[in-house]
T-cell receptor, first 113, second 113 residues
Framework: NAGVTQTPKFRVLKTGQSMTLLCAQD?????MYWYRQDPGMGLRLIHYSVGEGTTAKGEVPDGYNVSRLKKQNFLLGLESAAPSQTSVYFC????????????FGSGTRLTVV | AQSVAQPEDQVNVAEGNPLTVKCTYSVSGNPYLFWYVQYPNRGLQFLLK??????LVKGSYGFEAEFNKSQTSFHLKKPSALVSDSALYFC???????????FGAGTTVTVRA
């Protein structure tokens, strides 16, 4: 099994450009999450989904949008990228509350110049 | 709201010595506690979890953690550290009435030969 796959792995954007990060999981997990990792701040939750067709805001949702049209995919969109969105983005999924934690993707390193 | 504190940004130990990485938490409801490890340019890997039961939890690679309810702590330990244990370690908490993991800021462990 591939687990959680994130594409792309690296990307450089110019300020104001848009892009979509794709997260795909093949474990039939209900819950999916997008986090950003910044030095000294750990991982902060951007958006999450508790099932196909549902999304909700996390801790730092501004400037991002998400969609969960299919159970296995969770897309993170940046409509107008800003330098403050330079970060490493991680997608994760889990089967149910209190399970063995999350399964993480390998991350997307995004630089906005 | 739930939160996690990792009071040490860095921990340095000699190979063969005991390793301890500290974590304290705050949640409403019963806590589910996790430790993850991140190697350079990689995603997060699950080490161990506490859901219920024995306060001493054993996990991967010889790591263990002790849940202390009165001190709201979940410190990670390894009796004899290896150079290969050098990595970034994250503590995370999930409330029993929620499904979103909250992460600490992370602790960088360096084990010198």
């Amino acid at each position: 099994n591939a687990g959680v796959t994130q594409t792309p792995k690296f990307r450089v954007l110019k300020t104001g450009q848009s892009m979509t990060l794709l997260c795909a999981q093949d474990m039939n997990h209900e819950y999916m999450y997008w986090y950003r990792q910044d030095p000294g701040m750990g991982l902060r939750l951007i958006h999450y989904s508790v099932g196909e067709g549902t999304t909700a805001k996390g801790e730092v949702p501004d400037g991002y949008n998400v969609s969960r049209l299919k159970k296995q995919n969770f897309l993170l969109g940046l409509e107008s990228a800003a330098p403050s969105q330079t970060s490493v983005y991680f997608c994760a999924s889990s089967y149910y509350v209190g399970s063995a934690g999350y399964t993480f993707g390998s991350g997307t390193r995004l630089t906005v110049v | 709201a739930q939160s996690v504190a990792q009071p040490e940004d860095q921990v340095n130990v000699a190979e063969g010595n005991p390793l301890t990485v500290k974590c304290t938490y705050s949640v409403s409801g019963n806590p589910y506690l996790f430790w993850y490890v991140q190697y350079p340019n990689r995603g997060l890997q699950f080490l161990l979890k506490y859901i219920t039961g024995d306060n001493l939890v054993k996990g991967s690679y010889g790591f263990e953690a002790e849940f202390n309810k009165s001190q709201t702590s979940f410190h990670l330990k390894k009796p004899s550290a290896l150079v290969s244990d050098s990595a970034l370690y994250f503590c995370a908490v999930l409330s029993s009435n929620d499904y979103k993991l909250s992460f600490g800021a992370g602790t960088t462990v360096t084990v010198r030969a």
